[in-house]
């Protein structure tokens, strides 16, 4: 199946200042992920019948013009079924129709496989487009880099398990919601457990050596300047935080941690 990259760029704090939109199929097609309207992505739309369009997750630079783009073409609008108040509230719209993980949905002569992909946000998915081809990861990869994870909505169980079940999968190519395409997926799924793991190792030190705020975790944990990002990495570390806590390997009350 064919698949292009239109990267779109947004105002919000995002990788590469962009959020790339997706089409799949050369003739009919399913559009995923538009953020804005632009002129490069208006001239691809009206080459091709867009009949659906999905978002990977309900993020506001995922979903800025799908009301738009699905007023010009008439396509069914799709949500993840249980999530659609979430993707109302984030696009004015109500969806036409709802997925669940592996719902298929055809084009042309192909079909877009919906895969369960939560973590970064608790709607994600990812697509697969066609039998063995590439999968629309949306944000749970980046070809450099890492993907933010940040309590309250991300979910580290979740996230991990995801990068484990689409290394499992091993497609092709992933092709992520910022940045350009991940031609080794494997490769880049080992390498950002490997970093989430590494981050985990850091914060349970922190803590066995009498870290108890999350101010304490982050200047323990965090090799890097933080600068900028600071808001980020808190998110990120209590997601890490609250993982460790149901697997009860530290103590964690949303304030103190302790050693377990």
């Given at each position: 199946?064919?698949?292009?990259?239109?990267?779109?760029?947004?105002?919000?704090?995002?990788?590469?200042?962009?959020?790339?939109?997706?089409?799949?199929?050369?003739?009919?097609?399913?559009?995923?992920?538009?953020?804005?309207?632009?002129?490069?992505?208006?001239?691809?739309?009206?080459?091709?019948?867009?009949?659906?369009?999905?978002?990977?997750?309900?993020?506001?630079?995922?979903?800025?013009?799908?009301?738009?783009?699905?007023?010009?073409?008439?396509?069914?609008?799709?949500?993840?079924?249980?999530?659609?108040?979430?993707?109302?509230?984030?696009?004015?719209?109500?969806?036409?129709?709802t997925f669940v993980s592996g719902t298929t949905i055809p084009v042309g002569d192909d079909r877009v496989r919906i895969l369960d992909a939560p973590g970064h946000a608790?709607?994600?998915?990812?697509?697969?487009?066609?039998?063995?081809?590439?999968?629309c990861c949306g944000d749970c990869a980046v070809r450099d880099g890492s993907v933010v994870v940040g309590a309250p909505e991300g979910d580290m169980r979740a996230y991990?398990?995801?990068?484990?079940?689409?290394?499992?999968?091993?497609?092709?190519?992933?092709?992520?919601?910022?940045?350009?395409?991940?031609?080794?997926?494997?490769?880049?799924?080992?390498?950002?457990?490997?970093?989430?793991?590494?981050?985990?190792?850091?914060?349970?030190?922190?803590?066995?050596?009498?870290?108890?705020?999350?101010?304490?975790?982050?200047?323990?944990?965090?090799?890097?300047?933080?600068?900028?990002?600071?808001?980020?990495?808190?998110?990120?570390?209590?997601?890490?935080?609250?993982?460790?806590?149901?697997?009860?390997?530290?103590?964690?009350?949303?304030?103190?941690?302790?050693?377990?």
């Amino acid at each position: 199946m064919d698949v292009s990259r239109h990267p779109v760029p947004v105002d919000s704090r995002v990788p590469t200042g962009t959020t790339n939109a997706y089409l799949l199929g050369d003739g009919p097609a399913i559009l995923v992920d538009p953020p804005a309207r632009t002129d490069e992505l208006d001239a691809a739309v009206e080459d091709r019948t867009v009949q659906h369009v999905l978002v990977t997750h309900a993020h506001r630079d995922h979903v800025g013009a799908v009301d738009a783009y699905a007023t010009q073409t008439g396509a069914t609008v799709w949500a993840r079924y249980g999530r659609v108040e979430r993707f109302r509230e984030a696009t004015g719209l109500t969806p036409d129709r709802t997925f669940v993980s592996g719902t298929t949905i055809p084009v042309g002569d192909d079909r877009v496989r919906i895969l369960d992909a939560p973590g970064h946000a608790p709607d994600h998915v990812a697509l697969e487009a066609g039998r063995d081809g590439p999968v629309c990861c949306g944000d749970c990869a980046v070809r450099d880099g890492s993907v933010v994870v940040g309590a309250p909505e991300g979910d580290m169980r979740a996230y991990l398990t995801t990068l484990r079940r689409l290394w499992a999968i091993d497609p092709p190519e992933l092709c992520p919601g910022h940045g350009p395409p991940i031609d080794d997926p494997a490769a880049t799924l080992e390498r950002l457990l490997a970093h989430r793991y590494r981050r985990e190792r850091r914060i349970l030190a922190a803590v066995d050596d009498g870290a108890r705020t999350l101010e304490e975790v982050l200047t323990s944990a965090y090799e890097k300047d933080l600068t900028g990002l600071e808001d980020l990495a808190r998110a990120t570390a209590v997601a890490h935080l609250e993982k460790l806590a149901v697997e009860e390997r530290l103590e964690w009350d949303g304030v103190h941690a302790r050693s377990a």
